[in-house]
């Protein structure tokens, strides 16, 4: 093993074992940043890659993530885009551990409208790294979506939509929680018509599910796909003018993915859909190369 | 006392002991339908109103809200509209004391597009009751914001917003809570704006209160108020439909009936507020008169 990558998010600890640019072991836990005080993401790291360490050396690791925030590990300060995803930076977090030395990646901000990312600029790096010379717009869906317009190697503009964690709210802890369960792609399909079409409806589009299902007894599995089309719908109608005449690269888990991917082929969108588990891993690489590098040249 | 006026909702249970039309005492507790299996209600009433209950008579109680729901105390099945906002339909309630028996007022629903009340049809009756021949669209604002079109003496349509429930999920449960405490008129002003300008940008929006939070210091008190003017100027849009070129009157509670009153009297529409809790003693009383009346007709 070279070195640890790690991805910390506010709700997940995820550790790969490197030699070069190759992951040869996973770990992961659910000990996300908004788990944790500043104490404790030393011990929290030991206890999931403990078994990883040795006491003959000390192993860099390079992160990105929440980790990074203000209420993180160590704050590692927003770079302000127009810049290129990485660019050096780096924070050291503190050594609580001899045998191991973590390196976090600083995220990025935009003053106008304001907006802010910790990880995906990673994902992104990592992506061009994987795709040399790409220009276009990079989606990454989640609790948090981002949406990046990506030219010459750097991170033009970008804009965040709670997507994700609207989904979670609605379909766990509001009215809507009783009837919601499982999956139909038809009623993510006709959510997502709706959505796109009149996004300015969704709060009345939000209730009408809840009516449909006690008076027409919608089925709760067309419930749930229709609340997360109405959302994903809402979205893209906003993100518009990130997609308009661009190719878009979706970057994100796997049904997550390819669900924003069918959408916007229906939009007649060029469109690819990637694994965010290799641009996450593409770019830290990315981030150990240029350190490793700064490093050299200074001594 | 003649009567017991009850308001029983989701979160709370309202009664008030009455003389003829005017209430002489009232109680309230947050024992709310949500918090009750059916056994419960029958206890749940008399812990709270059982000490204005003697052995001497039976008392009637005239009821609206959730407690006429499929999970509440007795379903009472809901009207269709268009029609009167009350109409008979009157369900007796298992009389679980020989002292006190409720009556349930039933809810409207509307097929296309699918929608539901419990609780505010009783409050249009009354704001009728009070303003006889009065036309016009009624906006009733809360958790579950709703418009109805109101002519001559019946709901024609109506339209429910998740508006109120959103608010609480995104101010208490997201990750906007960091930053959110208070009030700021202007933050309200800001939102409502915002909200009725672009009510298809209200995900991205949303986001954006959290990054001004991080990089600009946004007040606490704006953020919380700005969130409140995105949603409810998205509902204002979205509901245009239902105001333009009309006249409105807002039932509900103080604070907010005042804010959307504000809005839409910012939006040139003739606009009147009215006190929730009247409203809904005048229907209930509207409830009553009618039902003894068909009660002497079949005797």
Chains 1, 2 share one sequence.
């Not at 925030?69 to 704050?75: A, D, L, M, Y």
Request: glycine share 12%; with cysteine; hydrophobic share 45%.
């Amino acid at each position: 093993m070279d070195w640890i990558a790690l991805d910390w998010g506010g709700s997940h600890l995820r550790a790969w074992a490197m030699v070069g640019d190759k992951p040869v072991a996973h770990l992961a836990d659910d000990c996300g940043t908004g788990t944790l005080s500043r104490g404790e993401f030393g011990p929290a790291l030991l206890a999931l890659v403990g078994e990883w360490l040795d006491d003959t050396r000390c192993i860099p690791a390079y992160a990105c993530g929440m980790l990074g925030s203000r209420q993180g590990w160590v704050e590692a300060p927003y770079r302000a885009v127009p810049c290129a995803p990485l660019g050096g930076g780096l924070v050291a977090a503190p050594q609580t551990d001899p045998r191991i030395q973590v390196h976090v990646v600083p995220g990025l901000k935009q003053a106008r409208p304001a907006d802010v990312m910790r990880g995906e600029e990673t994902q992104i790096a990592g992506f061009l790294a994987l795709n040399p010379g790409w220009d276009g717009v990079i989606c990454l869906p989640g609790t948090h979506s981002k949406w990046a317009h990506v030219s010459a190697g750097e991170v033009v503009s970008f804009q965040t939509f709670l997507t994700g964690e609207s989904f979670a709210l609605l379909s766990d802890r509001s009215v809507l929680r009783h009837g919601m369960a499982g999956w139909d792609e038809a009623g993510f399909d006709a959510g997502l018509a709706q959505g796109l079409d009149r996004p300015d409806r969704l709060l009345s589009r939000l209730f009408t599910l809840r009516a449909e299902g006690l008076l027409d007894g919608l089925d709760p599995a067309t419930a749930r796909a229709r609340l997360s089309g109405l959302l994903i719908g809402a979205e893209l109608a906003a993100a518009k003018p990130y997609w308009l005449g661009q190719r878009v690269a979706v970057l994100g888990a796997g049904d997550l993915a390819a669900l924003y991917a069918r959408a916007l082929d229906g939009l007649s969108v060029p469109v690819s859909a990637h694994t965010a588990e290799a641009a996450t891993l593409a770019g830290l690489a990315a981030a150990r190369a240029a350190h490793v590098k700064d490093a050299q040249c200074a001594t």
